[in-house]
């Protein structure tokens, strides 16, 4: 262990951290629970809710590579603060047009879009910082738990969000982002981060500088043929994950004739799935391969899909089994393919590569999104969530038969 690491401080220093985000998660996720509510109720149209994800997707996977360079070279703790002071000042703005009576979708697509800007720098700035604050021994478990915290927030932000949404007006509710924002940066405030150690004479200033940075970023992953298959297979599942995900509540409402309170069993079950998946690796640290691991939890997801497709509608409560298993496996892969990046790549090229994966994986998405409308319309919801389910578990199949991915970690192990 680096001696840096031995006297223990660094489990303060990121119990603080978890203090702070969770309470921003836990607001976050309360303020999102209600935008779906009040979009899925007032349109239930799948367009709609396809095209505001695409609004909270796609400025972050444009945007996010070039921010990756730039988080690379900032002060990290700075970069979270502003972006999230950045999104807590969208959510204001949005909080007073809908005080004002100005309420369209085209206001709720720009704010949640330039709340993605944000997000596109405080997401890769929180995960580039934790190899600087933590032994790599211990990164799985921390991986573990960050889920944990987000399983948490899961399962109380939208239980917050309905409750809210049905007692307060939409404004309102939004302001809950804004203090949870406030809590994270107060709590920053108190946290030592240090930055990775830089080259000496490489500039740090120039456009041209910036494309060699982002070029470095590709290189590092391309380089590696384990981790660029990983991402490969990752982009193919996000791509048939991200629209079943949009169509969890029209399948709620529409199939399985759910309201307000079916929606929230939907997203606290799925919390509660990532809260159990998060403490198995938070407490345990499996022996099996991480590798393995994703392939597995690819498999579990996809069957989960295609299952609850085939459900009818009195089968509800097997719905919610189902959506709290695929809760369970999303947190071990989150976790898992959190850590893998972590461990193959260097401290000082951590932000750009998670930005560049965020950035690949969206922007495909972003096509799924935009077929969603017409894909549940034409084929229906149901027979969307069965056929989308058994391509993303062929995805987990077919990687056990990758040996450049499947010998990932192998010469750590």
Same mark, same amino acid.
């Given at each position: 262990?680096?001696?840096?690491?031995?006297?223990?401080?660094?489990?303060?220093?990121?119990?603080?951290?978890?203090?702070?985000?969770?309470?921003?998660?836990?607001?976050?996720?309360?303020?999102?629970?209600?935008?779906?509510?009040?979009?899925?109720?007032?349109?239930?149209?799948?367009?709609?809710?396809?095209?505001?994800?695409?609004?909270?997707?796609?400025?972050?996977?444009?945007?996010?590579?070039?921010?990756?360079?730039?988080?690379?070279?900032?002060?990290?703790?700075?970069?979270?603060?502003?972006?999230?002071?950045?999104?807590?000042?969208?959510?204001?703005?949005?909080?007073?047009?809908?005080?004002?009576?100005?309420?369209?979708?085209?206001?709720?697509?720009?704010?949640?879009?330039?709340?993605?800007?944000?997000?596109?720098?405080?997401?890769?700035?929180?995960?580039?910082?934790?190899?600087?604050?933590?032994?790599?021994?211990?990164?799985?478990?921390?991986?573990?738990?960050?889920?944990?915290?987000?399983?948490?927030?899961?399962?109380?932000?939208?239980?917050?969000?309905?409750?809210?949404?049905?007692?307060?007006?939409?404004?309102?509710?939004?302001?809950?982002?804004?203090?949870?924002?406030?809590?994270?940066?107060?709590?920053?405030?108190?946290?030592?981060?240090?930055?990775?150690?830089?080259?000496?004479?490489?500039?740090?200033?120039?456009?041209?500088?910036?494309?060699?940075?982002?070029?470095?970023?590709?290189?590092?992953?391309?380089?590696?043929?384990?981790?660029?298959?990983?991402?490969?297979?990752?982009?193919?599942?996000?791509?048939?994950?991200?629209?079943?995900?949009?169509?969890?509540?029209?399948?709620?409402?529409?199939?399985?004739?759910?309201?307000?309170?079916?929606? +929230? $069993?939907?997203? =606290?079950?799925?919390?509660? @799935?990532? %809260?159990?998946? /998060?403490? !198995?690796?938070?407490?345990?640290?499996? #022996?099996?391969?991480?590798?393995?691991?994703?392939?597995?939890?690819?498999?579990?997801?996809?069957?989960?899909?295609?299952?609850?497709?085939?459900?009818?509608?009195?089968?509800?409560?097997?719905?919610?089994?189902?959506?709290?298993?695929?809760?369970?496996?999303?947190?071990?892969?989150?976790?898992?393919?959190?850590?893998?990046?972590?461990?193959?790549?260097?401290?000082?090229?951590?932000?750009?590569?998670?930005?560049?994966?965020? +950035? $690949?994986?969206? =922007?495909?998405?972003?096509? @799924?999104? %935009?077929?969603? /409308?017409? !894909?549940?319309?034409?084929?229906?919801? #149901?027979?969307?969530?069965?056929?989308?389910?058994?391509?993303?578990?062929?995805?987990?199949?077919?990687?056990?038969?990758?040996?450049?991915?499947?010998?990932?970690?192998?010469?750590?192990?």
């Amino acid at each position: 262990m680096d001696q840096q690491f031995v006297d223990g401080s660094w489990k303060r220093k990121f119990a603080l951290l978890w203090i702070g985000q969770f309470f921003s998660l836990i607001s976050s996720s309360a303020v999102n629970f209600a935008i779906i509510i009040y979009l899925s109720i007032q349109t239930q149209s799948a367009e709609v809710l396809a095209f505001s994800a695409i609004a909270g997707l796609l400025p972050q996977a444009l945007i996010g590579p070039f921010a990756g360079v730039f988080i690379d070279r900032w002060n990290r703790k700075k970069a979270m603060i502003y972006a999230d002071g950045f999104v807590a000042v969208c959510t204001l703005i949005m909080s007073a047009s809908f005080y004002l009576g100005f309420e369209s979708l085209l206001l709720i697509y720009v704010m949640l879009a330039l709340r993605s800007v944000g997000s596109a720098f405080h997401m890769p700035a929180m995960q580039a910082s934790i190899p600087l604050l933590a032994p790599e021994s211990e990164f799985l478990r921390i991986g573990g738990i960050n889920q944990i915290i987000q399983s948490i927030s899961s399962i109380a932000g939208p239980a917050i969000g309905a409750i809210a949404i049905g007692l307060m007006p939409i404004g309102t509710v939004l302001l809950l982002d804004v203090i949870g924002a406030a809590f994270a940066i107060t709590t920053l405030l108190f946290i030592a981060i240090p930055n990775p150690i830089k080259k000496e004479n490489v500039p740090s200033e120039g456009i041209k500088q910036v494309w060699n940075d982002l070029h470095l970023g590709f290189q590092e992953i391309h380089t590696n043929k384990g981790l660029r298959m990983l991402f490969f297979y990752s982009v193919v599942a996000m791509f048939c994950i991200m629209p079943v995900a949009v169509l969890f509540p029209l399948l709620t409402i529409q199939h399985f004739n759910g309201d307000k309170f079916e929606m +929230s $069993v939907i997203e =606290i079950v799925w919390g509660v @799935g990532m %809260l159990v998946g /998060g403490g !198995v690796l938070g407490i345990w640290k499996p #022996k099996i391969k991480k590798v393995v691991l994703i392939n597995i939890m690819n498999i579990i997801i996809g069957i989960t899909f295609s299952w609850s497709g085939l459900l009818d509608a009195s089968q509800f409560i097997m719905f919610a089994v189902l959506t709290a298993i695929g809760g369970v496996a999303a947190a071990m892969y989150n976790a898992s393919f959190t850590t893998i990046i972590q461990e193959e790549i260097q401290p000082q090229m951590l932000g750009r590569v998670f930005s560049l994966y965020y +950035s $690949v994986v969206i =922007i495909p998405s972003v096509f @799924g999104l %935009l077929s969603t /409308g017409f !894909v549940a319309d034409f084929i229906g919801i #149901k027979q969307t969530f069965i056929w989308l389910g058994i391509v993303v578990s062929f995805v987990g199949i077919i990687a056990f038969f990758t040996p450049s991915l499947m010998r990932l970690g192998k010469e750590k192990s």
